[in-house]
């Protein structure tokens, strides 16, 4: 037994026969250690409804369970993991909620419900993490229904999203989260420890919502930073050709022969205005 008395994760897979699927985006973290690191990142969670997206077989649901939160409402697409994630809710009558579907299909706020304080902390799939980010930063409501998102994504995106005009890695990511919250990176997790080990480095990122961020359209704002940085090496004047080129910039008042990545969040919320 481990610290928490339930089974090792290894002997847990091994007795659901769980292989990670790459469809899927799977990568399960396995030691105990490191998930209760990633649980006590996302701060102080007595009282906190916790939601997870893709706990797999449940090791850092375990570890937030671990670490005092008083729910977890766990998200899961793979049919496989949920016998192993029933056994976490028998050891934890009560505090551990299973959610058998689609991410991308979930009503994330009405699952919440009246909950007090929610946080969002997930290992995300790597193939629709980017994704539900992005949802979560441009949801329609503000303040959202989390208080922080403590999420895993692989170094490359942790750096796109944490980073500033002129950076290499500044693009619709950086505009979006810079936009609505304050972000950071906390710390790598290597590719050894996680089953099967990916190709690249992975980075846990914490993101706490700016209480006044700019007013502006979500959707509108994602078009402009998705146009501008879709032609990210061509000057605003032709990257925003679709949305109004010369036009839309002269409402804004920004320069057409400036490139994307010199603009900053303030900028792109001006041009996001103008159209």
Known sequence: MSVDGLPPLGEVIRRHGLIAKKALGQNFLLDLNLTRRIARAAGRLDGVTVVEVGPGPGGLTRALLLEGAERVIAIERDQRCIGALEEIAAHYPGRLQIVEGDALKTDFPALAGDADAVKIVANLPYNIGTELLVRWLTSEH??????????????????????????????????????????????????????????????????????????????????????????????????????????????????????????????????????
Not at 204 to 231: S, Y
Not at 245 to 259: P, V, Y
């Open 142 to 275: 503000w303040p959202p229904f989390y208080t922080s998102m403590t999420l895993m994504f692989q170094r490359e995106v942790a750096e796109r999203i944490i980073a500033q005009p002129g950076d290499g890695a500044y693009g619709r990511l950086s505009v979006l989260a810079g936009w609505r919250t304050e972000a950071a990176i906390l710390f790598d997790v290597p590719p050894r420890a996680f089953t099967p080990p990916p190709k690249v480095t992975s980075s846990v990122v914490h993101l706490v919502p700016r209480e006044k961020p700019h007013a502006v359209d979500g959707q509108t704002l994602a078009r402009v930073t998705e146009a501008a940085f879709g032609q990210r090496r061509k000057m605003l004047r032709q990257s925003l050709k679709s949305l109004g080129g010369e036009a839309l910039l002269a409402r804004a008042g920004i320069d057409g022969t400036r490139r994307a990545e010199t603009l900053s969040v303030e900028e792109f919320v001006r041009l996001a205005h103008a159209v």
